[in-house]
């Protein structure tokens, strides 16, 4: 495990200087683990700061309690905690918005608003990179989905650990760890394995992505290790400066591809119920 984690560390080039390092911590056992081993890898290096930063979407009887699992575990490491809420910064939370019964799932929404107060705090605490607990399955669902939504752009952000205005680089050093890796590591570790799963999961297609993918990967060991082989091919074929450079949005000044974060717009398609 640890070993795998360093290669993809080694790979961002972020942990050689003096850094700081946001990570994102859900409360569920991939990130809380994620801060467990990079606490044990450079608690120790005076030159590297860690940060954990959970955000509460709103959901009912589902985050608060992995908001606490977060805290508990941020003390035990003595890592500083910093929680922002979608009510504070967008006036409304994932339950508002599922209520609401958009044709897209309400994943959608609480994805893309969440992805932006992660960065935008991140870049606010001053972090060289944002860390994220996804591990080698959350992976490839992700580009799975981007090839099933035929949205090529989109997988090419995935991009690990890009320079891009107005975005803290985004680094994934699970990405080679298999989801139930992760779990043994938390069980033995001591780490919160769940809190039962977000009332809204049902509607994401993600989930049924999740599910044939195990179902290949039973049939057909190491099936998610070459859709993530496949897909860092991919990404050379096109070089990076060729692709994707984010504009200020002109509503809230993030990071946009168009003028219009996806952020706003989401948030406007939810106001007009
Ligand atoms: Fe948000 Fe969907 Fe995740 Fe629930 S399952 S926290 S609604 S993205």
Redesign the pocket.
Known sequence: MHRKVKQVLRSYRIFNKNCKVVVAVSGGKDSTALLHILHSLFSSRKDVELIALSID?G?EDYRPLTIDASRSVAKRLDVPLVVKSFQDLYKIT?DQM?AQNHAQA??TF??VL?KSLLNRTARELGADALATGHNLDDEAQTVLLNYIKGDIDRLYRLRPSRELNGMVPRIKPLRRVPEKEMAIYAITHDLPLGHGS?P??PR?IRLEVKNMLNDLEFKHPGTKYSIMRGFDRILQLRPPGESFQPIPCSKCGEPSSDGICQCCRLLDQVMQG
């Open positions: 979407e959901i994932s599922a309400p994943c609480c994805g969440r977000c809204h999961i994401a």
